[in-house]
């Protein structure tokens, strides 16, 4: 086993070395644009594109011409969600989303705000989902979209897609999900699931950083987005730039692998994701964040009350998890989606999201487990709050002077 | 970003943690901060009769930067007077660790734990509190 380990997978996914294999040539040979109709260059990139395009749209259950390939997820929710406000401006100007999405949802809503879209924010309950009556009930004839999430980047938990596309479809409004932490884990069916746009990336399945796709529906309905970058009109007119084929063609080898393994894989992550959480959970005051039932196989977020979460980090020296604890960013500001799940500030501040992988073994899993412990166990004996719950203190009684 | 080596250090191997019976009048505790800001210092000074610190002792609920600042200033603490406790500056404290500009506020926790602690000694042997004449907030 070498050190430190990489539990960190959500964040972003090593490489599969098949993936890196089939993008070599495309580097060095096969080097054309693939908008070069008229020379043998052009062609054998193009035709490393069309390839691809058809391994991603096979993963998905889409047709190869629903594939818009885009820089990466956060370009692709741009897209989408920017792009389909602009193209149905005439029909309203509402779309909801929730409070748990990441970012790149949240901000282009909040950008488009400004252009006079009315945004509503759902908020999810306290396992993470949320509430489809209150979806229902926000939903207007002004409401051309609909944006929820298909599995949370920081709890993992899986929201009701089919069921959330149902009735969005029922009010006559699109519905756009942003898939980037399921796409290549769990089986995500385009067709089956109701979607009408949908953004995934790359290297979140092991393959490169730098491409993600947009899928977007042609038939039943019909869906387009106005482009939001001017130029050569390529994929379809809705994404103008010279196509990243080296990076487009591990998209499209890293799509086949998960197609392939992902069944496998899953069954083996959820195996030991149970397992690190059943052996960390025997600690005091610890536990698990987001539906327990519903969510990937691969993510298990974890508070471990009493003690700081970047501090925790910190001790876990030979690992790579991430932290809920404002302290790893320069807001101070702890995660939003735990906040969102109800959890208080101090428990936000004590979580650690472990994220499994691919190359993710059971010996470093057990390593994870009891590293973790040591550390959870240092910071509490470091910990005046742990003295102070064990005195029986209530620390919600506590009047603490705010710095 | 990366830690200073003598974060790790004081991270690694903290000094005086622990406890003092903060019934005694000679001993002074200060708590300071606030779980849901994601720090909390307790510090505490054990005084004797001629004004100087003979032990101190820290717990903290914080990041790597916040148990750092106040293991130092246990160091720092012990054997000095409280006059020259309470001249300690949290710049101080950056510049000895090399805290990075969006960690400085572990520092002035620290500061201001020192100061919540000579207080709380101060007020129990009849004294007033003093009023730092700084205010970082």
Request: a negative charge.
């Amino acid at each position: 086993m070498n050190l430190p380990i990489y539990l960190d997978n959500n964040a972003t996914t090593p490489m599969d070395p098949r993936v890196l294999e089939a993008m070599i040539p495309y580097f060095t040979q096969k080097f054309g644009n693939a908008a070069s109709r008229n020379h043998p260059f052009g062609w054998a990139a193009e035709e490393g594109v069309d390839y691809a395009r058809e391994q991603v749209a096979k993963l998905i259950g889409a047709n190869e011409k629903e594939i818009i390939f885009t820089s990466g997820a956060t370009e692709a929710n741009n897209l989408a969600i920017k792009g389909v406000f602009e193209m149905y401006k005439d029909k309203g100007n509402h779309i909801i989303t929730c409070t748990t999405e990441h970012k790149a949802v949240l901000d282009a809503c909040k950008h488009l705000e400004k252009l006079g879209a009315e945004i509503t924010y759902l908020q999810v309950k306290s396992d993470g989902l949320i509430n489809l009556q209150e979806l229902e009930n926000a939903i207007t004839d002004k409401t051309i979209l609909v944006s929820i999430m298909y599995g949370n980047n920081e709890i993992g938990v899986i929201q009701p897609i089919k069921e959330i596309s149902a009735i969005t479809h029922k009010h006559g409004a699109l519905f756009f999900t942003d898939a980037t932490q399921a796409v290549g884990k769990i089986p995500v069916d385009v067709i089956a699931d109701g979607i009408d746009l949908m953004a995934f990336s790359a290297h979140k399945m092991y393959g490169p950083k730098g491409v993600g796709a947009l899928y977007v529906r042609r038939k039943n309905p019909r869906v387009k987005v106005t482009a939001q970058m001017d130029g050569g009109g390529h994929e379809r007119g809705m994404r103008s730039g010279t196509l990243n084929v080296p990076g487009i063609v591990g998209f499209g080898k890293a799509c086949e692998l998960c197609n392939l393994e992902m069944a496998e894989e899953a069954k083996r992550l959820s195996a030991l994701r149970d397992k690190l959480e059943s052996s960390l959970t025997i600690l005091e005051e610890s536990y698990v964040n987001g539906n327990r039932e519903y969510r990937l196989p691969h993510v298990a977020n974890i508070s471990f009350k009493y003690v700081e979460g970047e501090g925790l980090m910190m001790a876990m020296k030979d690992m790579a998890v991430s932290s809920g604890s404002a302290c790893t960013s320069a807001s101070l500001e702890p995660s939003y989606v735990l906040k969102s799940l109800g959890l208080s500030d101090d428990l936000a501040h004590s979580s650690i999201r472990f994220g499994l992988g691919r190359f993710t073994t059971e010996e470093e899993v057990n390593f994870a487990i009891e590293q973790t412990k040591k550390a959870v166990n240092h910071l509490r004996d470091l910990s005046p709050l742990w003295e102070m719950f064990k005195e029986g203190i209530d620390l919600d009684k506590v009047e603490w002077v705010e710095h | 970003m990366a830690y200073s080596d003598k974060v790790i250090d004081h991270y690694t191997n903290p000094r005086n943690v622990g406890t003092l019976d903060k019934s005694k009048n000679n001993v002074g505790t200060g708590l300071v901060g606030a779980p849901e800001c994601g720090d909390v210092m307790r510090l505490q000074i054990e005084v004797d009769a001629n004004n100087v610190i003979t032990d101190a002792k820290f717990k903290t609920f914080g990041c790597g930067s916040a148990i750092a600042s106040s293991s130092l200033a246990t160091e720092w603490l012990k054997g000095k007077s409280i006059d020259d406790a309470m001249a300690i500056d949290n710049m101080d404290i950056v510049e000895e660790l090399a805290l990075p500009p969006v960690k400085i506020h572990c520092s002035v926790l620290a500061e201001d734990a020192i100061k919540a602690a000579i207080n709380d000694y101060r007020v129990k042997n009849g004294l007033e509190a003093l009023v730092s004449e700084k205010s970082h907030h």
